[in-house]
């Protein structure tokens, strides 16, 4: 939290961090907390304790992102832990997936909502497998920014020649890759360089901080597809006198017709009144009569929206629907080709039927073909016809409806897609539309 | 709204607001039949206001439910009788002392904390009305063990929450399925912080129980926290009775809910306050998380929110 009030809202930026304790990584965190404020009096006092307790000299900063009492019985993460901070101009909130190899399900996860991720290199060690896995699932989850944080500059005397030898050796592995936006970081989470100050012990590096980095990038929905895709959560018919305040029904002048408004949110692009639409499946034509929150009318929703459509004509839309801009239609596919990853412990059972959740719709789904599964520590497409607990591969699916999509790559929203087991209610894949 | 002029972008109120409201309109797509916790306290007050921008003009989806321990504050029991009101939506009261009387609570001291034996009744409410989703006002932000709970966090047919079993939570594809007996407790503010929370009531013009505000209150000191004087909590021998400025940050069981010391009587004032604040929301008010480190863990596990 910061004691200085907001000049201008930069709206919000999810990011996540990928590495082991080795890395640092909740040093790192802990230090993002710290330095910027956001930790409070009681939660330091503890973590003093705590590191008195264990006879360490300075406080323990990776106490902070200590977790559950289950995880510290087994000595492990087990979990993507959430926390947050705030400059004055932007909140940040922070996926922190565990490191360890077994927990790629974690690290999918905590990339899926975010838009950022910092992969720590620990200067002593330069890249590792780890690395390269870590910046595999990064481009394969559509982070569109990458961070390379070059930690424990302090243990290698602040060189500058190691910075620069890993940085290169990272973007001659990363390059095949398709990372978009790298940026190299040297710091020392340990003593704060680079991270929120810059620090005193690297003057060579002339670069953005971490925070620079992180207050400059990008809203997620800004590198989204900019095509209206709005999938109908929840239909709202009210016929009778309606409820209190502003938003009280009968507004549309239509004797007997009541209130239909369709809800939920823009998920890329953006609606005004007036806008030619079609609704998908049906593929029937209209126009949008009013975009409304809660009895306000508003001249336009932006991306990232949740707000209620109103349409000049009596269409039959349901839950799972999608409202799109005529001439700029999803695709509907009753076959899709995706990376998927699974996530449950049983593998997948290709005899089985299962359910994918794509949007607010749900199908029937049965696995037509396995291409190939990927080795994340190499890249390799390596054969396969099972899929484990963490594996990543390639995969056909036939179902029994069709779905309104776009590739993953134009449009998180619209390209992901979970998998589910009826049989046990768990989510057991993630899946991003080719 | 309020928007980044340059790029569109919602301010990061706008986006919490959008993301609540998406997940309360999923609890209302996904589930046959969900209930909303309503306390009358900041955090569920929020919610209600996310459910008038989430389903308005229609009724609420789900009705209101407070479990009432009998320990809570005459002014925040009425604030929330008068908000259900005001909303036209049905309220559901279950008592922690309806419990007592069946022999489903048992007590181990009569002035003891009842928060913690909310889950109790809870779950017998749930069990009442056969509920499958209940929407609560709890965020990651509040204590660590809640960092990694999920949007719509599992719960068996004995409301346990076992972290070791949560489904995983991709993208903004929640997953509600359940069986019959089995619950989810969907959290649309999870994202929330405390300051988000009060810069949330400040721009809905959002009305609070009167306790939330400074006010001259008798609280004794012990152990660094205030505790209010009341018929449930009186002064012991040794204690000194202060009249001081105080304001609650949480509302809960008199018995274990202290004020902190302030003269912020207004909103503005109090976003002002906890921009500054150097103690977290739980470590300066609750008294029962500070038992032992892992205490809201196990609460959960036994089916607490």
Redesign the interface.
């Known amino acids: ?3 200085h ?1 907001p000049t ?5 930026l999810r990011f996540t961090t990928c590495g082991s304790v080795d890395d640092g990584k909740s040093t790192l965190i802990g230090r993002l907390l710290f330095d910027t404020r956001s930790i ?4 330091l006092r ?1 973590i003093e304790r705590t590191s008195a307790k264990r006879g360490l000299g300075a406080v323990d900063l990776s106490l902070l992102t ?5 995880e510290r019985e087994q000595g492990i993460t ?7 901070f ?1 400059t004055g101009t ?2 940040y ?1 922070i996926a922190d997936a565990p490191g360890h190899e077994q927990y790629t ?1 974690n690290m ?2 905590a990339a ?2 975010a838009s950022l991720a910092i992969i720590l290199i620990d200067a002593r060690k330069g890249v590792l497998t780890q690395t390269r896995r870590h910046s595999h699932i990064a481009r394969l989850m559509g982070i569109a920014h990458v961070v390379v944080a070059v930690n424990k500059m302090d243990l290698v005397g602040f060189d500058r020649a190691v910075f620069e030898r890993i940085a290169g050796e990272y973007a001659a592995f990363a390059a095949p890759l398709g990372l978009r936006d790298v940026t190299f970081i040297p710091m020392s989470a340990l003593e704060g360089d680079m991270v929120v100050d810059r620090g005193t012990s690297m003057p060579w590096y002339e670069g953005p901080t971490l925070l620079e980095v992180l207050e400059a990038a ?2 997620e ?2 590198e989204r597809s900019a095509r209206l895709r709005f999938p109908v ?2 239909v ?3 016929h009778d006198e ?4 502003e ?3 009968r507004d549309d002048g239509r004797a007997g017709a009541g ?1 239909r ?1 369709f ?3 823009v998920e890329s692009g ?1 609606v005004s009144p007036g806008d030619a639409v079609v609704v998908l499946p049906s593929g029937r034509e209209t126009r949008v009569r009013d975009v409304q ?3 306000v009318s ?1 001249a336009r929703a ?5 707000v209620t459509l109103l349409l000049d004509d009596e269409i039959d839309i349901s ?1 799972g629907d999608m409202i799109v801009r005529r001439g700029d239609g999803a695709e509907g596919r009753k076959q899709i080709e995706a990376m998927v990853c699974w ?1 449950a412990e049983a593998p997948l059972d290709r005899a089985r039927k299962y359910l994918v ?4 719709r749900e199908t029937k789904a049965a696995v037509a073909s396995i291409a190939y599964r990927i080795d994340i520590n190499t890249s390799a497409e390596v054969p396969a016809t099972e899929l484990r607990v963490n594996d990543i591969a390639r995969v056909t699916f036939k179902l029994a409806q069709p779905v309104f999509c776009d590739p993953y790559e134009e449009n ?2 619209t390209g ?3 998998v ?1 087991d009826e049989s046990t ?3 057991v894949g ?1 899946g991003m539309i080719l | ?4 002029a340059r ?6 109120l ?6 609540a ?2 997940i309360m ?2 609890v ?2 996904q589930c046959a039949n969900p209930v909303l916790l309503f306390s009358g306290g900041k955090d569920s007050i929020c919610l209600l206001r996310l459910a ?8 609420f ?1 789900f009705p209101l439910m407070h479990i009432d321990t009998g320990h809570n504050y005459g002014e925040v029991t009425a604030f929330r009788d008068q908000r259900a009101a ?3 939506e049905r309220l559901i009261v279950r008592s922690v002392e309806d419990s007592m009387r069946r022999g489903t609570v048992v007590l181990k001291a009569p002035g003891e904390s009842r928060n913690k034996h909310q889950s109790v009744t809870l779950l017998e409410a749930i069990e009442e009305f056969g509920f499958d989703c209940c929407i609560g006002g709890a965020r ?2 509040e204590e ?2 809640r ?2 709970e999920r949007v719509m966090s599992f719960r068996d047919e004995f409301g346990q929450w076992d ?2 079993n ?8 929640f ?1 509600a ?3 019959k007996g089995e619950n989810i407790r969907a959290f649309p503010i ?2 929330w ?1 405390e ?2 929370v009060w810069q949330y009531i400040a721009r809905e013009g959002l009305a609070l129980p009167s306790i939330y505000f400074a006010h001259t209150r008798p609280v004794v000191r012990r152990g660094g926290a205030l505790v209010p004087v009341t018929p449930l909590t009186p002064p012991r021998a040794d204690d000194v009775v202060e009249e001081i400025m105080v304001r609650f940050r949480t509302v809960g069981d008199i018995t274990c809910t202290a004020p902190v010391e302030s003269d912020a009587d207004t909103v503005a004032k109090i976003v002002a306050e ?7 929301e739980r ?2 008010t609750r008294l029962d998380d500070q038992t032992s ?2 205490s809201m ?2 609460r959960k596990k036994e089916g607490y929110f």
């Not at chain 1, 201008?8 to 919000?12: H, P, V």
């Not at chain 1, 087990?78 to 947050?84: E, H, S």
């Open positions: 939290m910061t004691s009030a201008e809202d930069r709206g919000l409070l009096v009681d939660t503890a200590d977790g559950l009492q289950a087990i979990d993507v832990a959430y926390r947050y705030s932007r909140k909130i399900r999918v996860t899926s909502t990008p809203a929905h800004a959560q929840y709202c018919r009210v309606g409820l209190g305040g938003g009280a029904a209130f408004g809800m939920g949110r953006a929150i809660n009895g508003l932006e991306p990232e929206q949740s839950r996530l959740r794509h949007t607010t998180r929203a992901a897609f979970i589910i209610n768990n989510t993630a | 709204m309020t928007h980044d790029t569109g972008t919602l301010s990061h706008d986006w919490l607001e959008s993301e409201i998406h309109r999923e209302a797509g008038e921008k989430a389903f308005r003009p229609g009724r989806p005001e909303l036209g990651r932000d660590k063990a960092a990694k972290p070791k949560q489904r995983p939570e991709l993208w903004n594809l997953n399925r359940t069986f999870s994202n912080t300051l988000d906890t921009a500054g604040t150097t103690v977290t470590g300066a480190e892992a863990e196990q």
